[in-house]
């Protein structure tokens, strides 16, 4: 199948605060805010679809700075990780300005949107450009829908298991769900 992406580009992904439930309330209960807790990201080329490079940044929640059992447990982020790993947003989001460069940046989603948000959440300004980052569900779900495959249930780093294949590394880690992605694109090219 032909994949119609860019020469070379970014997927990318984050991983934010949530609780028990918080998703399916919209983040709607008092304090729940999806506070950015990891980027990550992967850089290849569609030729190859070879990881060039990786980007991995934890980052120090400030609304909510103590994790919750169900986020540590959803991601394997420790609180001490972001305690001692984590750094302010600004200086994650800096780090990767520097990696994207001027590259396309696909996301399963919108999750530009949600650095966007949490910009305004604390007060600082959202640096990247918006046309940079688009979401890579509409160039992949129709591909998957000729092969027969609901993309629904699935999250970015699960999405690799419609195909029946190994079950690709640990979901809900921001690198691990891209090179996940990575894997569903080799997927698609293959068939």
């Known amino acids: 199948m032909k994949l119609a992406l860019p020469p070379q580009f970014v997927l990318f992904d984050t991983e934010y605060t949530a609780w028990e439930g918080s998703m399916e309330r919209k983040w709607s209960n008092p304090g729940e805010y999806r506070e950015v807790i990891q980027f990550g990201a992967v850089k290849m080329?569609?030729?190859?679809?070879?990881?060039?490079?990786?980007?991995?940044?934890?980052?120090?929640?400030?609304?909510?700075?103590?994790?919750?059992a169900y986020i540590t447990t959803l991601t394997g982020i420790t609180q001490e990780d972001v305690d001692t790993k984590g750094v302010p947003l600004a200086?994650?989001?800096s780090g990767f300005a520097e990696f994207?460069?001027?590259?396309?940046?696909?996301?399963?989603?919108?999750?530009?949107?949600?650095?966007?948000?949490?910009?305004?959440?604390?007060?600082?300004p959202y640096p990247f450009k918006h046309e940079q980052f688009l979401?890579?569900?509409?160039?992949?779900?129709?591909?998957?829908?000729?092969?027969?495959?609901?993309?629904?249930?699935?999250?970015?780093?699960?999405?690799?298991?419609?195909?029946?294949?190994?079950?690709?590394?640990?979901?809900?880690?921001?690198?691990?769900?891209?090179?996940?992605?990575?894997?569903?694109?080799?997927?698609?090219?293959?068939r």
């Open 45 to 68: 080329n569609l030729e190859t679809l070879v990881e060039e490079c990786a980007f991995s940044m934890l980052v120090r929640p400030v609304k909510n700075p103590e994790l919750s």
């Open 91 to 93: 200086q994650a989001m």
């Open 100 to 124: 994207i460069g001027e590259l396309t940046v696909f996301s399963y989603g919108h999750d530009a949107a949600i650095v966007e948000e949490n910009c305004r959440l604390i007060g600082i």
């Open 135 to 190: 979401d890579i569900r509409p160039v992949i779900d129709p591909l998957l829908e000729e092969l027969g495959i609901d993309p629904t249930p699935y999250t970015s780093g699960t999405l690799i298991q419609a195909f029946n294949t190994a079950p690709g590394a640990r979901a809900h880690d921001a690198v691990n769900d891209m090179r996940n992605l990575l894997d569903v694109l080799r997927e698609l090219r293959a």
